[in-house]
């Protein structure tokens, strides 16, 4: 019998001799951090465990190095070594547990190998070509023995996985790793039988699938991960892919299709779409390869959204959706939309969080999920709690995460809020096509709070005086953040407006628009209303904008200004708002921007006064989010998470 919600995509599926439950499928996603030896530790399995928890079919561990020259960083699943086992069995036992597949990606970071390891410098790596990458590091052209020896490492590798108990293996041939190298005309630049032509620039790849298919037998599912399209000058596009795709068809079960390479900041992008890009960007190409071939095919590229999956099954597009940030935002989603909760699902917005701490804080984070990277620690729960009453001041992201996750816990919790809607400073969002996902969570947030049977009081600002008459045993404030407003002549202008201006479906500001700071939330309203055919100029006192972004989300950011009307202005500092636009000096002088509007979006700070008075109005008054530090939604929802637990 059909599931009821999602009949297609709930249908189950099977490959090779494998049923997968459904047709959600876990992306690779790799480790941030390992032991010592490079195997997993027992809070990576938990947190892959937790994906397939949720409902996934399968879920795949990424990054498993078939020969210790491809390592591309230092925290891969080694599998050149027997001493992988013992972990990875422990990782497949986690997933069966669950009725979900386990599944191993198999890499070789070829000329991008030891790009980030500390013995890159004397590392000589292997690729298509004689070169030196990127980071300077010397790169051999594979010898035919090489090439024999690292397809047989493939082989190996994917040997030792089935061994570990996994159920099927994912080779990765796409994303300008070893086997995308060789694919690719951009990179690959032999002359003899493994370059030059389409044929001869695939061998590498099929020889790799040969290696496999020997060392796994017959009846054990193969998945390749292919570019649907390398997104760049010079490399294949989706014409091309088709021609590949033929190619493995039939000898592997799964065709996982994907887009551009990994080592270009233009298309990395891409291959992980960014907040300004079309949801299922990538789509396009899974659904063209599938027209020319027998094997299943996969589809990714920010699906966030059960209908739109459901769509892509129904119509043809795909067999498959593969999810990785998805799975972040929310594990459950899978069994949510299973059993009709979709208005309970968290949808990822791609902020990158995940990313940046991946790279920078070597761990597991989501800006919108709390327990991501500490699922070891909630496995049994925690201990039980005497029913408290608990007083929640502020209704943004942090407050409302404290005030569900109290009330789940058995407490009695009222909230209140000064303004007429939850949701503090997102509210400002919700008329920004990128930003959609983002009010959407304050929306989900706000029905779990009700759910959960939260009191909630809007449009009630509460004095201290009043907090402390409520003999509540717990206070926990959020009050937020107030702008950083600058002290100059003409601030208090008429037509100068703050992040409010935005609420309406048309934003209350001129056609000229001057937008005082450049950090983050400055530049994303400077796309914004350039979205809308606004004249938009942005003044930034630094010497770069966005300074305060990830990386990652400044790339997407920066790749959208390039091809906008958008001018940003850096090192120039505000000196008078005038009734023509604001006075600014520069290092080259005195200028004048004309502007219909200003807009203030020069930071924010704690309102530490709001905040203190509220400290005796409880035994215990926990703090939460901006009105400690003007800071991310990421750490206002954990804080008001774990505060809530500690009550």
Known sequence: MKNRYYPNLASPITINGVTFKNRIFGAPMSNPELDPDCHMREEDIAFHANRG??????????????????????KEVIL?????????????????????????????????????SHSAAKSTLIGPNDELNAQGVPVKAMTEEQIEETATAFGSAARLVKEAGFDMVLIHGGHGWLLGQFASPYFNKRTDRWGGSLENRMRFSLLVIEKVREAVGPDFPI???????????????????VEMAKMIDGKVDIIHVSAGIHENNDVFVITHPSMFTEHGCN????????????????????????????????????????????????????????????????QCCRCYSCFFNYLSNRNYCCAFNPVIGDELEHKYGFPATTPKKVVVVGGGPGGMEAAVTAAQRGHSVTLYEKNSRLGGQIVHEQHIPFKKDMYHF????????????????????????EVAAMGADVVMTAVGAKPIIPQIPGINSAKVVGLKALEGRQPSVGQKVA?????????????????????????EMKDTWASDAYWMHKVAMDKYIRDSRIDIKVNTTAREITDAGIVCNTPDGEILIEADTVLL???????????????????????????????????AVKLGYYRALDI
Do not use: W
């Open 442 to 465: 304050i929306e989900v947030l706000a029905k779990r709070c009700e759910d959960a049977g939260v009191d909630i009081h809007l449009n009630t600002e509460v004095t201290p005086e």
């Open 515 to 539: 937008i005082l700071g450049g950090g983050l939330v400055g530049s994303e309203v400077a796309i914004y209303l350039d979205m809308i055919g606004k004249d938009v100029t942005v003044v």
């Open 80 to 116: 050149y070594d027997d001493l992988s086992l013992p972990s990875l069995k422990r990782m497949a036992n986690e997933f069966h547990k669950h009725n979900c597949m386990a599944t191993m990606e198999l890499a070789h970071g070829g000329k991008f190998g030891a790009a980030r």
């Open 53 to 74: 928890r949720g409902g996934l079919a399968s879920v795949c561990i990424g990054l498993g190095i078939v020969e210790a020259v491809g390592r591309s960083h230092t």
């Open 601 to 635: 979006a020069a930071g924010m700070k704690a309102d530490r006064a709001s905040a203190d008075e509220f400290l005796n109005t409880a035994p215990r008054v926990f703090e939460i989010g901006d009105a400690i530090k003007a800071g991310r939604v990421v750490e």
């Open 283 to 346: 789509v396009q190409y899974a659904a063209e390869i599938k027209k020319h071939v027998k094997t299943p095919v996969a589809a990714l590229g920010g699906i966030n959204d059960v209908d739109m999956m459901e769509e892509i099954i129904a119509s043809g597009k795909a067999d498959i959706i593969e999810v990785a940030r998805q799975s972040l935002a929310d594990p459950y989603f899978p069994e949510k939309a299973f059993s009709g909760q979709k208005d309970d699902i968290t």
């Open 223 to 241: 998945e390749f991960r292919m570019s649907g399209s390398e997104c760049i000058p010079g490399g294949y596009d989706i014409d091309e892919a």
